[in-house]
């Protein structure tokens, strides 16, 4: 809301999304890794949060896609929430991404 009170760009990866809280965590302790791995999509029925009681009642489960990040240290879901597609979820996450890391 900040933002857009001041009609600032939203120029973050995560802005439409959302990550469980153990992902979210683990994306924050390697940014840097995460930030830099190649997101992939996954389908609905191969996601690791799908018993999870949120998606489980959410309707909307299975209607937006769910990308993956992988690092050596492991793999976190990214939950493109407000995307109609893959492709559309692809570009809004690389336009968004933090500047690589030097």
């Known amino acids: 809301m900040i933002y857009e009170s001041y009609n ?3 120029n973050s990866p995560t802005v439409g999304l959302f990550f469980f809280a153990e992902d979210y965590i683990c994306f924050l302790e390697n940014l840097k890794e995460f930030v830099e791995a190649p997101l992939e999509f996954i389908s609905p029925e191969d996601s690791k949060w799908k018993a999870r009681r949120e998606l489980v009642n959410d309707k909307r489960f299975g209607n937006y896609p769910i990308g993956q990040l992988s ?3 492991g793999t976190i879901e990214v939950f493109f929430l407000h995307y109609h597609s893959e492709a559309e979820a692809q570009e809004k996450w690389e336009r968004g991404s933090i500047p690589k890391f030097v």
């Open 71 to 73: 690092i050596g240290g």
């Open 8 to 10: 600032l760009p939203k």
